[in-house]
C-alpha cells in the first residue's frame, strides 16, 4: 500500500515542478511589465474590442458581458477609493488632509494602478474564454441590463464624486505638482529695473 502512495507522490512530483516554473516565467514577465503602464494599457484595450468584436460576432453572452462591466465597476471604485477612507475611524496610518494648513498627504489608493490592471486584463480574459461555452449563453433582453447598469455607473460614481469633494481628494495623478509659492517684491520690482 505505500509504494501506491510513494507512486503518486513521484509522478506528481514532475507536474509541481512545472507548474512552480512557469509561475516563476510569468511572475518574471508581469514584473517586466510594470514600468510601461501605456504598452499595458494598450495591450488591455485591444483585448477588450477583441472581446467585443466577439460578443458583437456571437450576438449573446451579453450576461457575462453585463457581469464584466459589474466587476469592472467595482474596480474602478476601489482604483478611486483611499485607502483609508476619512469616514471611518482615524487610524494609525497616512489619512487625507481635509483642512489647508494640514501637512501634505499623498493620495494612497486602495487599489493601485498595477492591480486594476492586472485584475481587468484577468477578467476581460476570463470573459472571452467563457465566450466559447454555450452554458453562460443565457437569453436576455440586453437593453434592459444596459440600462441598467449605466443608472448603476451614474448613482455609484455620483456617490464617489460627493465623497471626493467633501473630504478633498484627487485620486488622479496628473504629473509632478508645481508650488507656486509667493513672489516677493523685491523680485518683481527687479524685474521692473530691467
Not at 93 to 121: H, N, Q, V
Not at 161 to 179: A, D, E, S, T
Request: glycine share 6%.
Amino acid at each position: 500500500m505505500e509504494s501506491v502512495g510513494a507512486d503518486t507522490a513521484s509522478a506528481a512530483a514532475p507536474l509541481n515542478q512545472w507548474r512552480h516554473d512557469m509561475g516563476k516565467l510569468f511572475q518574471f514577465y508581469l514584473d517586466k511589465t510594470t514600468p510601461h503602464a501605456v504598452y499595458r494599457w494598450v495591450g488591455t484595450f485591444v483585448l477588450a474590442c477583441l472581446y467585443a468584436l466577439r460578443v458583437y460576432y456571437v450576438q449573446g453572452f451579453y450576461i457575462v458581458t453585463y457581469g464584466l462591466g459589474i466587476y469592472i465597476l467595482n474596480l474602478l471604485i476601489g482604483f478611486l477609493s483611499p485607502l483609508v477612507d476619512p469616514e471611518m475611524e482615524p487610524s494609525d496610518g497616512p489619512l487625507l488632509p481635509t483642512k489647508g494648513s494640514d501637512e501634505f498627504k499623498p493620495f494612497i489608493r486602495r487599489l493601485p494602478e498595477f492591480k486594476f490592471w492586472y485584475a481587468i486584463t484577468k477578467a476581460f480574459c476570463v470573459a472571452f474564454v467563457m465566450t466559447f461555452f454555450s452554458m453562460f449563453d443565457v437569453p436576455v433582453f440586453w437593453p434592459i441590463l444596459l440600462c441598467y447598469w449605466v443608472v448603476l455607473f451614474v448613482l455609484t460614481m455620483k456617490r464617489q464624486i460627493m465623497h471626493m469633494i467633501k473630504y478633498k481628494y484627487v485620486p488622479l495623478n496628473l504629473g509632478k505638482q508645481k508650488y507656486g509659492g509667493k513672489k516677493t517684491s523685491a523680485s518683481s520690482s527687479s524685474s521692473r529695473a530691467d
